[in-house]
């Protein structure tokens, strides 16, 4: 006669699975928390959008300017020129302003060299437009440590789904 107190190795088996269908659950709910309105929308304009601007920033050559608004300026005109895509720069949206905004699907935002306060308002602006667009930082002559602490800092505030782009 059999102990009905025994677990078979069935029931483990089946257990096993669940715990695993349920943790995958999790995961994909997580990371559909962080996709920003945009990508719920409209997932392939997404996607195309942001492989074309990467290649095209991979490329921008930022000159030597005095302010972070000539950097903005020349940024978008730099991606309006070079890609197929519809840029903008810096549109007032609904009480946000990001520095240039592509698609409608994705936005950056532009520091030069930003001090403790400009990064920690910067990681407050960029969790804002997140919610609506993908969102990248793009840093022009930023010291790595400034930004391995952005890094850090997006990703500790859960949003590591932000990028990060450098440039000297």
Partial sequence: MQNSTQLKPEHLLCAAGGLLVGAWRVENKVKEAAQSRAEHDDPELVAVTCEEIGEVLDQWEPESYETEDDFVFD???????????????????????????????????????????????????CAGYSRRWVTWIVLIDT?????????????DKGLDHILVWSFS
Avoid at 81 to 95: D, F, K, L, R
Wanted: glycine share 8%; hydrophobic share 40%.
């Fill in 75 to 125: 940024l978008g005109s730099h991606l309006d020129q070079e890609s197929s895509c519809e840029v903008e720069v810096m549109p007032g949206i609904a009480g946000t302003k990001p520095d240039v905004l592509v698609e409608d699907v994705l936005a950056l935002e532009v520091k030069v060299n930003p001090n403790k306060a400009e990064l920690d308002r910067c990681v407050g602006q």
């Fill in 143 to 155: 010291p790595p440590s400034k930004i391995g602490w952005l890094e850090n800092l997006l990703a």
